[in-house]
């Protein structure tokens, strides 16, 4: 019971606006009410009056007619008033909808300035520019790749890539670290020294046999 009485109410979604268009339509409404029970009403008075001219009564039909026309003139007023009721509830939920659209313009205002708040001109600027900066750089490198690598090294890397997409591991020669030894002078003679000293040993050997 207690957290029943202790709730709290929900605001009202009701609308000062919601309150005066319905009252407009309950007014409008009562009006056509009216309307409709004149209508049938003067069409009973005019057969009335058509009845009391065939009877002679003369006088009595001429006031029930004076009584028709003065009706007729009020349902020519009920009639406008209809027409301005229905007018201004038009107006009223028209109006309504373009609250609605400038709350929407107002919310997506705000949320642009908020937006223009954190990625300023110059931030915008500065992006762009990095940006076509990495691209000079890596259109440079390119260059310079394209340029230094032969057609062999072309293939190599196509088959790389080929090896790479299959899922292969593809097996690089290793650079090696250590220093080229340097070759010594007394290997650097030209070949055909050695090879007329090896031919010219068993001929010495025979001769000091």
């Not at 309950?26 to 069409?43: A, G, N, P, S, W």
């Amino acid at each position: 019971m207690g957290n029943v009485f202790g709730r709290k109410s929900r605001p009202s979604r009701v609308t000062e606006q919601d309150k005066a268009v319905l009252q407009l339509k309950q007014q409008r409404d009562k009006l056509k009410q009216y309307q409709k029970r004149i209508t049938v009403q003067l069409e009973k008075e005019r057969l009335l009056a058509k009845q009391l001219l065939k009877d002679g009564k003369k006088q009595k039909a001429l006031l029930l007619l004076k009584k028709k026309r003065y009706q007729d003139q009020l349902l020519d007023k009920t009639e406008n008033q209809i027409s301005n009721l229905e007018r201004m509830v038009q107006d009223i939920e028209f109006m309504q909808i373009e609250m609605k659209v400038i709350e929407g313009l107002k919310v997506g205002n705000d949320c642009l300035k908020s937006m223009h708040e954190i990625m300023s001109i110059e931030d915008v600027e500065r992006i762009l520019d990095e940006t076509q900066e990495a691209i000079e750089y890596q259109r440079q490198i390119d260059e310079m790749l394209a340029g230094s690598l032969t057609q062999e090294d072309e293939d190599a890397v196509l088959a790389e890539l080929e090896a790479i997409t299959q899922g292969e591991d593809v097996a690089l020669p290793e650079v090696p670290t250590e220093p080229v030894p340097e070759v010594p002078e007394a290997a650097q003679a030209e070949p055909g020294t050695e090879r007329r000293a090896a031919k010219n040993k068993p001929d010495r050997e025979m001769l000091a046999a």
